[in-house]
């Protein structure tokens, strides 16, 4: 049972935008950044989202992470065949002294 | 640019330890921290644990507390993981990733595989 709590599965079609949500609590997201990281069958996560919203170089301006309370949200506007991919977010955690991610989004393209 | 390199898949039996190496390359190995993350097959990130190449400081998930020692080598840039009292529930991919700020992992490793069975 993750700390964070995501939707298993989302789907959109090309072109679409598309939001996955993560709920916290107020020892992690409510108190800390949430970052967010895609993960491509059989390779490592990549930093999509870092500081709530800030963009790493070389990520598209089309993602966007946004917080409110003690949930986030990732944004995809311009849905690509490519970002057909598993979507974890993280965040520190007061309690238990380190990060925390949520059990991960597929995002299905339709 | 920058890269890490973990060591290779190993198989292990129940009770034995492992120990996963990752090679960093392409800045300064002690200004930034290293974490330690696994993921059981099909399942999600499980953060293990953060070490300080510079002074070699680290930090253990409480679930791993006992378990888990991490590393560091400053002549060879390298962070180690290894993980003692293996049992089938162990068995995942690990992962090193650098630290960019507060958490965020902005590089990792390619993973190893550690199989645990008997």
């Known amino acids: 049972q993750s700390v964070l709590t995501q939707p298993p599965s989302a789907s959109g079609t090309p072109g679409q935008r598309v939001t996955i949500s993560c709920s916290g609590s107020s020892s992690n997201i409510g108190s800390n950044s949430v970052n967010w990281y895609q993960q491509l069958p059989g390779t490592a996560p990549k930093l999509l989202i870092y500081?709530?919203?800030q963009r790493p170089s070389g990520v598209p301006d089309r993602l966007s992470g946004s917080k409110s309370g003690t949930s986030a949200s990732l944004a995809i506007s311009g849905l690509q065949s490519e970002d057909e991919a598993g979507y974890y977010c993280a965040a520190w955690d007061d309690s238990l002294n380190g990060p925390v991610f949520g059990g991960g989004t597929k995002l299905t393209v339709l | 640019q920058v890269q890490l390199v973990q060591s290779g898949a190993e198989v292990k039996k129940p009770g034995a330890s492992v120990k996963v190496s990752c090679r960093a390359s392409?800045?300064?190995?002690?200004?930034?921290?290293m974490h330690w993350v696994r993921q059981a097959p099909g399942q999600g990130l499980e953060w293990m644990g953060i070490?300080?190449?510079?002074?070699?400081?680290?930090r253990y998930a409480q679930k791993f507390q006992g378990r888990v020692t991490m590393t560091r080598d400053r002549s060879t840039s390298t962070v180690s993981m290894e993980l003692s009292s293996l049992r089938s529930e162990d068995t995942a991919v690990y992962y090193c990733a650098r630290e960019l700020y507060s958490s965020s992992l902005n590089f990792w490793g390619q993973g190893t595989l550690v199989t645990v069975s008997s």
């Open positions: 070490i300080n190449p510079s002074d070699g400081s680290t």
């Open positions: 500081s709530n919203n």
């Open positions: 392409g800045y300064t190995f002690t200004s930034y921290y």
